[in-house]
Every structure is written in structure tokens, then in C-alpha cells.
């Protein structure tokens, strides 16, 4: 999952989380500051009380009647006032039902015992619960409607915010990650950030990969020039022993060794010439500007390779079908690719065994052509590495110099060709040319 | 004829001219360009194989002051340096040839030979092989008035050998002329012996080709 998603879902069900929270808990909470308050309104109304009853005496109220009682209207308050036992003493705040002229109501009461003028009286102060909750649902709903907003206007924020920020992370992830082939050749500017972290991650980036881009470089500059400065030595070597083998009179033991030396020297001249030719192709010194059809290649690659064909009595097939042109291509590389497959299908196939090179054009993988041997085959821990230098697969016996299929990779790099290779042991391998839509 | 070798290498030069003094080629060595444009300038040469790689500067700058003295020379380029471009400057320069080193001291022969009947225009009669007769040519091997059938890789073998007669050439070698730098030494040798034993077969319906000899764990010979 991306960071800005992960951040956004974040936010948004954190804050979901804090909704919920709150409409869950909000009758709850109201209605406890509401008790709060009434408790509290009820002790300041027995302070005024007393206080009245202090000042005005408290025959002023009762006016020789026993008891005292006074209530509003609707009966959403009243107070009592009435004699108590000598040794009562009450102080409470309690919920109870009191029949107020013939109806039963249910108030908040606040019952308090006190003296005056040595006697012991009882003061009760009720509120109607329904008074006091008929605010409640009015208030859940303002507080859930103003949270709610203020929500809204946060999570915009914050989503405004996140993705302004993260902005450039985006921007480093695009420019220096995505759609950016080794090697990193195109130059990528520094992503304009005020963020500390991204610019030193942007910044480690452009070093990493100016290094790796150095050390690659190197390596490639300094295959070129060890092979090239290998040219000279080995032609030297190579004409003095030709100028040697010119002598009649060297004994035969004498022109078998320099025969071998010749054999071993060819092969520092191969491998020479493979390195030098993969680090030609990575420097990108061939021009890529030829038009040529796979039938005609493949034509002129059998000509050349046929004798081996023969000798193996391999049963070459090709069924090129849609015979497409390969546009903007290099014509002696691509010789070179198709040379180095079919070789191989012929060099690891077994005796009397079968190659099929076929093609197809379709919409969503555009051109391909595949190269098919019924031949030894490649283990699949071996898949990885066929394309790697000197590597070759665990033979029984030692073929060829391990040069063939890197330079086959080089190629298809450089003309962007995808390879796909599948292959089963003993029952064959089979490479897929991928071509790049034009 | 005449050859110049402009070549820094001392040890690859002495060798060049090893090999082709025994061909019966008149050999001059230069080491620099200044040394070779001063060779140039007092002698004429039918050859000129040009290093590129001089110590006192690139040989293809060479070129087309050396063209103004000898202008009728054959022109072949020599050089580790192998890439297309190059390859490309050297011939839109006026170079005959082109020969990547390392190169086969065999194959430099054949080249200039080729170039010899192309360029000096070489009356070549037919050249008399046994009883047979080659045009080099026209591609052709001859038994008195009948042309014998042979395939692109046989007369290119037959030829090259042809050319070096009385040299014993070995499989690799004759490989390496034969597919290049296609060429898979232990495994196209076998293909020689096979070619081989097909010019026999073709030849042998006329007259015997025991010219062609085979040396024993070495290669074949064509004895003149």
C-alpha cells in the first residue's frame, strides 16, 4: 500500500474512531454534566433559601401552618419547608416521585435537614426531571453537528496537508525509481523539498546512483581497454606461431604443441573478442537504423550453421507466420542474437532431436518470436544465472566459453527485446523474444 | 610487389614481414606516421597496411596524404581497434580492406591477393592445380573444358589452401577462414575433414587429387 493511502485511511478512520467515540459516549456525558448541574442548582437555591429564612424568619413563610410548599405552574420546581423530628438529620440529593396536586411527578430533590430558633426543619427542593432532561437532546445534537464539522474541516486539512507533503517523496519515488533503467544514463534534477528527510533521501539516492553508474563505468571501461590492449599481444602470438607452423622441417611433436598453443590462444582471442563486443554494444557504438525481416536473418543464420544441423540430423522447423519487419535495428547484432540462440539449440539438443522457431503478434504482447530445442534443457537453479559472464550451467562436458548468452542479453538490451526463457530438463528449453511496440 | 607496413608493434611488424618476404613480397617497416609518409614519399608501393593506433597520431590521418603519393597503392587497414566506425572512416577514406587484429597472417595473404586481382587487374590465367585449373576469379575450378560443381565453402577452402600451397594449414585455421569469428574450433574442425573428403569425392570423378594431401594431426596441404 502506498504511504499516502496508508496515511489517508489513517486519518480518516482515526478520526471515524473519535465520531464514534463521542456519539457513543454522548449521552452519557450530558446527562452527567446535567445532574452535576442540577445538583449544584439545587445547593445554591438551599443557600438562598436559608438565607431567606434567616433574614425574613421562618415564620414569615410558615405563617402558623405546619408546613410550607410552593411550586410553579407546570410544577417543574417547588420547594417545601416543614418541621422535623428534633433528631433527624438528612442532607441528600435523590431522584424520587412526589404527587403534586393529584399528579405523580418525578424530580431531582434535594432534602436538607436544619435548625432554626432550636427547632429541627426539612427543606426539600425538587426539580422535574422532565425539565431538567427536556435541554439534553437538544445539546447532543448541536455538540454532534458542530463536532462533526469541525471534523469535516480537519480531515480536509489534513489531507490537504499530508499530500502537499508528501508530494515529493512521490516525486523522488517517480523520477529517480520508476521507469528509470540501469543504466541511469538520463540526468535526474534534485526534487525541490523543504522536507529534511526526503532531501537527504533524494540527495543519497542521486549519489547511489551516480556511483553505481561510476563503478559501471569503470567496469566497462576497463573491459573495453583490457580487451583491446589483450588485441595486440594475442596477434603477436598468433602470427609468430603461424610464421612457425611455416617451417617444414619442425618435428611433428613439435607442430602438434604449437598447434595446441594455437587452440588455446584462439580461445583468449574469443573470449577477448566477446567482451570487447558486449562492452561495444553497452557503449551503444552500433547504430541501430536497419529495417530487417526475422525470416531473412534466421535465413542467413541457418546458411552459416547448417553443417551442424546436419552432423546432430536436427530437424530445424521455422514457421514465421506474420513475418514482421524489426524496424530501427541493428543488422549484424541481431544476426549475432539469433546465431547465438540457434547455436545453442543445436549445441545442447541431443541427436535426432528437434528445434521449432515460430512466431505471433499479439495485441497485448505485440511481436514475439520463439526459439524452441527438444534438447538437455536447463535446471531451474540455473535459470537465473544463464545470462551471467563465464557462467554456464553444470554440463557434463565443458562447451563453449560462457560468453554466448551474455552477448545474446546485451543485444536484446540494447534493441530493448525482452527474453523469456522456460525450460524442463531433458525434455528442452525454449527462449521468447519479446519485440518492443514501435 | 612491394609492401609498406606501418605498424608501431616492432615485434608484430618483423613478423608481418617474416611471412611475407617468404611469399616473395618486398617488405619496408615504419614504426610512425612521419616515419611511413617519409617512405612514402621516396618509394611506390603496391601495398600499404596501416596500423591505426601510431604513437604520433591516428593512422587514418595518414591516409589521405599517403593516397596523394601513391595513389595506386592497395590500401588495408590494420587495428585492435575493430569497431564499426572505423571500419567505416577507413573505407569512406579510400581503403581497400579492413582486417581486425588479431588477424591471420593466412587470411592478410588471401586479402591481398584478392585485392591483386581486383585492383592491379591481374591477367590470371587459369592457374594449373594437378591436372585441373583454377580461376580464382571467376570461382571456378576447371577440368580441361568442364566446370566442376563446388559448393561456396568447398572452393573457399580449396582456394585458401590453393593460395598457400606447400603450407600445411590446420583445421582451425581453415575453420576460422571459412565461418570467421563464428567459427567454434573443436567443433567445426570435424566439418573441414568433411568438406574435404566432399572436394575429394568431386575432383576424383575427373582425375586424382592427390595434391590435396592430408597431414596427419595437423591439417591438409595442397602440394604444388
Same mark, same amino acid.
Given at each position: ?125 425538587? @426539580? ?295 525450460? @524442463? ?14 | ?224
Amino acid at each position: 500500500m502506498k504511504l499516502s493511502s496508508k496515511l489517508i485511511l489513517f486519518i480518516t478512520s482515526s478520526k471515524l474512531v473519535v465520531v464514534l467515540l463521542f456519539v457513543f459516549s454522548l449521552p452519557f456525558l450530558v446527562s452527567q454534566i446535567v445532574s452535576e448541574y442540577t445538583n449544584y442548582s439545587l445547593r445554591s437555591q438551599q443557600d438562598k433559601v436559608i438565607n431567606v429564612v434567616q433574614k425574613n424568619g421562618i415564620q414569615h413563610y410558615l405563617q402558623g401552618d405546619d408546613s410550607y410548599g410552593s411550586y410553579t405552574m407546570l410544577k417543574e420546581e417547588y420547594i417545601a419547608l416543614e418541621p422535623a423530628a428534633k433528631n433527624k438529620h438528612i442532607d441528600t440529593i435523590k431522584t424520587a416521585q412526589r404527587i403534586v396536586e393529584r399528579d405523580t411527578l418525578t424530580y431531582r430533590i434535594l432534602i436538607h435537614t436544619f435548625n432554626y430558633d432550636q427547632k429541627n426543619y426539612l427543606l426539600e427542593i425538587g @426539580k422535574s426531571i422532565s425539565s431538567i432532561n427536556q435541554y439534553n437532546k437538544t445539546l447532543q445534537k448541536t455538540a454532534l453537528y458542530v463536532l462533526m464539522g469541525l471534523i469535516a474541516l480537519t480531515l480536509l486539512i489534513d489531507l490537504i496537508f499530508t499530500r502537499i507533503l508528501i508530494k515529493p517523496l512521490g516525486k523522488i519515488i517517480k523520477s529517480k525509481l520508476i521507469n528509470r533503467k540501469f543504466p541511469f544514463k538520463d540526468y535526474s534534477p534534485p526534487v525541490p523539498t523543504s522536507t529534511q528527510d526526503f532531501k537527504y533521501l533524494d540527495e543519497s539516492l542521486i549519489l547511489l546512483m551516480d556511483q553505481i553508474n561510476e563503478a559501471f563505468e569503470k567496469e566497462r571501461e576497463f573491459t573495453a581497454n583490457a580487451s583491446h590492449e589483450l588485441m595486440t599481444p594475442i596477434s603477436i602470438l598468433q602470427n609468430k606461431m603461424e610464421n612457425l607452423l611455416g617451417d617444414e622441417n619442425l618435428p611433428e611433436s613439435v607442430v602438434l604443441k604449437i598447434i595446441e598453443m594455437m587452440k588455446t590462444l584462439s580461445r583468449l582471442k574469443k573470449i577477448s573478442n566477446a567482451l570487447l563486443l558486449i562492452s561495444r554494444i553497452e557503449n551503444q557504438q552500433f547504430v541501430k537504423s536497419a529495417h530487417v525481416k526475422p525470416s531473412v536473418l534466421i535465413n542467413e543464420v541457418l546458411e552459416e550453421i547448417n553443417h551442424r544441423l546436419l552432423d546432430q540430423e536436427i530437424e530445424l522447423k521455422v514457421d514465421l507466420k506474420t513475418d514482421q519487419m524489426l524496424v530501427n535495428v541493428n543488422q549484424d547484432l541481431l544476426f549475432q542474437l539469433f546465431y547465438n540462440l540457434i547455436n545453442n539449440a543445436i549445441k545442447y539438443n541431443v541427436y535426432q532431436g528437434s528445434i521449432l522457431i515460430t512466431d505471433s503478434h499479439t495485441p497485448e504482447n505485440g511481436y514475439s518470436i520463439m526459439i524452441q530445442d527438444t534438447g538437455i534443457g536447463i535446471a531451474e537453479e540455473d535459470l537465473d544465472f544463464i545470462f551471467d559472464r563465464f557462467r554456464k550451467a553444470n554440463l557434463s562436458e565443458n562447451v563453449g566459453y560462457g560468453l554466448g548468452l551474455s552477448i545474446v542479453k546485451s543485444i536484446a538490451q540494447y534493441h530493448d527485446i525482452e527474453i523469456l526463457v522456460s525450460s @524442463k530438463v531433458k525434455e528442452g528449453t525454449t527462449f521468447t523474444l519479446i519485440f518492443p511496440a514501435k | 610487389m612491394k609492401v609498406l607496413i606501418v605498424e608501431d608493434e616492432k615485434t608484430l611488424a618483423y613478423e608481418m614481414e617474416d611471412f611475407l618476404k617468404k611469399a616473395f613480397y618486398i617488405c619496408d617497416l615504419a614504426h610512425t606516421i612521419k616515419d611511413g609518409l617519409e617512405k612514402m614519399e621516396s618509394n611506390s608501393y603496391d601495398f600499404i597496411l596501416l596500423d591505426l593506433g601510431l604513437p604520433d597520431g591516428d593512422g587514418l590521418s595518414l591516409l589521405p596524404k599517403a593516397k596523394k603519393h601513391n595513389p595506386d597503392a592497395a590500401y588495408i587497414i590494420l587495428t585492435a581497434r575493430g569497431n564499426l566506425e572505423d571500419r567505416i572512416a577507413g573505407l569512406d577514406l579510400g581503403a581497400d580492406d579492413y582486417l581486425p587484429k588479431p588477424f591471420s597472417l593466412l587470411e592478410l595473404q588471401s586479402r591481398m591477393q584478392a585485392i591483386a586481382r581486383r585492383k592491379f587487374n591481374v591477367k590470371e590465367e587459369l592457374l594449373p592445380l594437378g591436372d585441373f585449373q583454377v580461376d580464382l576469379q571467376k570461382r571456378l575450378i576447371l577440368f580441361q573444358e568442364n566446370q566442376i560443381e563446388l559448393s561456396r565453402k568447398e572452393f573457399d577452402l580449396l582456394s585458401y589452401l590453393f593460395l598457400h600451397n606447400n603450407r600445411v594449414l590446420t583445421r582451425m585455421q581453415l575453420s576460422e577462414h571459412i565461418w570467421g569469428t563464428f567459427a567454434d574450433d573443436d567443433y567445426d574442425s570435424n566439418y573441414i575433414d568433411a568438406h574435404i573428403k566432399n572436394i575429394r569425392k568431386k575432383l576424383n570423378v575427373w582425375a586424382p587429387a592427390d595434391f590435396l594431401e592430408t597431414v596427419r594431426g595437423v591439417g591438409y596441404r595442397i602440394r604444388k
